[in-house]
């Protein structure tokens, strides 16, 4: 059997690498998707100083007043020690405050301030505006598809835990 001739390299001395076979599959796509879209919004969250976790955290607390760590632990899908990080973060920033739960002294209860709610605001608009910006070109009804298709996954797979 005769080998094909390798691929020329790109000009700029890059391998090209194929990818096909994997492309193949609908998680590796939407990793690489949501690679992308972490990039991107990284840099749209980044003049607010916020990560994607530390916004996902605002956001939720300003959604959810008075819901406790491990709740907001679980929303996030991430082990309650990583969590203690980023709400120190938004506490130390101001940005929420833990109130202990008159029930159980042991836990908290968590609210968003003055300068949470406003910088959650700020940055709210500025991730509307990137969502936008990112998804232009790809239609209201293919993207509700592709919303329903990632919930029913997500669903799928908390079924089958």
Known sequence: MKKSAPEPAPENGALSISDRTLRAFFGYQMKRTFNLIQSDLNRTLKPFDLRMLTYT?????????????????????????????????????????????????????????????RLYEKSFAAVSAHEKTFLRGVEAEALAVAMDVMRRVEKNRKRDA
């Open 57 to 117: 955290a605002l956001v939720l607390v300003v959604d959810n007043p008075g819901l406790s760590q491990a709740q907001l632990a679980e929303a996030m899908d991430i082990e309650r020690p990583n969590l203690v990080v980023i709400i120190d973060e938004l506490e130390r920033r101001e940005l929420i405050i833990r109130d202990r739960l008159p029930k159980d002294r042991r836990a908290y209860a968590l609210k968003v301030t003055l300068a949470g709610r």
